[in-house]
Structure formats: C-alpha cells, structure tokens
Nanobody
C-alpha cells in the first residue's frame, strides 16, 4: 500500500526557514510529478510547487524566490525548502502525486496527511 508521509512542519518567526520532507513508501517503481499544496483555515487548498521526474519545477507566484522544491528519486522523497517565511504562509502543507507506478501497476492520486506550518508575526 502506498503512503505519503510529510514531516518538518512547525512554528517559526517571520523571516525564518523550514524544510519539509515527504517520503513515499510502498512497492514503488517510479514516481513522475510530486507536488506540494497548502490549505489555510477557511480557505481552499492551493498549489505551491511541483517537480517533475526530470527535475523541472514550477511555483505559485507568491513563493517564487523564497521556496525551493527538490527531490531524491532513489529515496522517493520530495522536499520543500521554505525561506523568508511570512505569516500568510501559515497553513497545513500537503504532499501530492497524481500517479505512480508500483509492482501492481499505475495507481493514484495520493495525498499525504499534512504538516502544520505556522509563521508568527
């Protein structure tokens, strides 16, 4: 069974940094795109960043220049380095992949359980 597990969230002051990690576990052969989304209280979930299997990246405008997405394909892990954090970055951050290839075939989508990021002013 495939699982995505995030870690690295916490409380940080404005201007601080955090690094989120998301590990995909299971009988995984290949993962294409891996992404981060976030959801603030009372707001819809929104896209943050994505990275393809060939390491192409894309970001929402408000995090460009502050956040960096990366991945370790051998470890089935995606990271989100968040610098210059602002109170408006406060949200639950979710890891997401639309599909991946396992020993049983192509499956997905999958979401992680989320990790809380709180930025104090």
């Amino acid at each position: 069974q495939v699982q995505l597990v995030e870690s690295g969230g916490g409380l940080v002051q404005t201007g601080g940094s955090l690094r989120l990690s998301c590990v995909a576990s299971g009988k995984i052969l290949e993962i294409n795109n891996m992404s981060w989304y976030r959801q603030a209280p009372g707001k819809p979930r929104e896209f943050v960043a994505t990275i393809t299997r060939d390491y192409s990246t894309n970001y929402r405008d408000s995090v460009k220049g502050r956040f960096t997405i990366s991945r370790d394909t051998l470890k089935n892990t995606v990271y989100l380095q968040m610098d210059s954090l602002q109170p408006e970055d406060t949200a639950v951050y979710y890891c997401y992949t639309p599909n991946l290839r396992t020993t049983s075939g192509s499956v997905g989508p999958y979401w992680g359980q989320g990790t809380q990021v709180t930025v104090s002013s």
